[in-house]
C-alpha cells in the first residue's frame, strides 16, 4: 500500500478510520476496573476486523487514526500518544499475523493467533504507556481486565470475517 498508494486506498483507510472511530464511541465505561483503563468499546473489534480482512496497513492505519481521534475529542486525550503508537503497531500485528497462503485473514488458525498477539501488545502497550508516562506505577495494570475485555469482544470478528465484501481494486 505505501509505494503504490491510490486515490481509492485513500478512500479506503480514511473510511476505514471514520468507522472505527465511529465504533470506539461504542463503548462503556467500566469504573469496577478502577480510574485507567475503564472504557471498554467496540473499536477493537472493527480495528481487527479490518486488519485481519483487508491487511496490516489499513488495520494499523484505521485502528491508530480512528481511536486517536476519539481520544482527541473525548476525556481520553491524554491517552492519545499511547493510543497512537499501541494501535499502530497493534493493528499491523493483527494484519500481518492473519496473513496466510489462502489469502488475508482465511485461516482461522492465523486469525486466532493473529488476535492473542496483537492483543498481548495492546495489554502491554498500554500498560507500558500508563505506568510510564501516565505516571500511575502499580495502578496501570487495573487497566489490563478492560483490555482483555475490548479483545473478548473482537474475538466475534473470527465468526463473522468471512461474511465481509472484498475490496474494490
Known sequence: ??????????????????????FTYIGIQVPAFGAFGG?????????????IKYGKYYG??????????????????AWA???F??????????GLVAESPEGQGLSTLKNWLS??????????????????FLGSGAAAFRSIPGNLLQLVIAAAGI???????ELRK
Not at 468499546?41 to 486488519?51: C, D, P, S
Open 85 to 94: 503508537v499501541v494501535r499502530i503497531i497493534a493493528g499491523y500485528v493483527f
Open 39 to 51: 472504557l471498554t468499546h467496540m473499536g477493537t473489534l472493527v480495528m481487527f476486523l479490518i486488519a
Open 1 to 22: 500500500m505505501t509505494s503504490n498508494m491510490t486515490p481509492l486506498k485513500v478512500i479506503y483507510a480514511s473510511m476505514f478510520s471514520a468507522i472505527v472511530f465511529v
Open 115 to 132: 488476535l492473542g498477539l496483537g492483543g498481548t501488545v495492546i495489554v502491554v502497550g498500554y500498560l507500558v504507556f500508563e505506568a510510564f
Open 60 to 77: 494499523a492505519l484505521s485502528g491508530a487514526i480512528g481511536m486517536t481521534l476519539f481520544d482527541l475529542l473525548s476525556p481520553w486525550a
Open 81 to 83: 500518544p499511547g493510543t
Open 159 to 165: 465468526f463473522i470475517i468471512k461474511s465481509l465484501p
